[in-house]
């Protein structure tokens, strides 16, 4: 009993869908730090005329330090994040903005006597609390 239901929890849907995006993002991640690592940065630095800033490092008491690999991964992170922005986030934005849609407000039932600003039917000619006649809209 216990395996069965173990089992319907692994195939069910959302479960399968989720590994699936799991992988494919770390996949995806990859190729972005490869493209910055071996692309983006000699392209700036060929650019820029400075030696390749992923290389750039300093040691402190044989502690060595790596900013330009740190940069590396900032770029990395600037990338997938505006393909997740783009490609994801204001698609599906869309999408729910498309189907949760609200309906228009219905027209007013009652307007404001000008006098006494009570609520009067919108039809109304006379105000019922202060009897003054109400032009028409």
């Known amino acids: ?23 494919i993002g770390a996949a995806f991640g990859s190729v972005v730090t ?7 940065t000699p392209l700036i630095a060929a650019v820029a005329g400075k030696p390749d800033f992923s290389a750039i ?10 900013p ?3 940069v590396n991964t900032i770029i990395s992170f600037l990338i997938i994040a505006t393909a997740v922005y783009y490609l994801v986030v204001l698609p599906m934005n869309a999408l729910v903005a498309r189907f949760n849609k609200l309906p228009p407000p219905p027209p007013p039932s009652t ?3 000008p006098e006494c600003l009570s609520d009067v039917a919108i039809g ?12 028409a809209a």
């Open 1 to 23: 009993m216990a395996t069965s239901g173990f089992k319907q929890f692994l195939l069910r849907g959302n479960v399968v869908d989720l590994a699936v995006g799991v992988v």
């Open 34 to 40: 490869a493209f910055t690592k071996d692309l983006l």
């Open 57 to 66: 490092q300093f040691t402190v008491h044989n502690s060595k330090f790596l």
């Open 68 to 70: 330009g690999d740190f």
């Open 111 to 113: 307007k404001k006597c």
């Open 124 to 135: 109304a000619k006379r105000c019922a609390f202060c009897t003054s006649q109400i032009p």
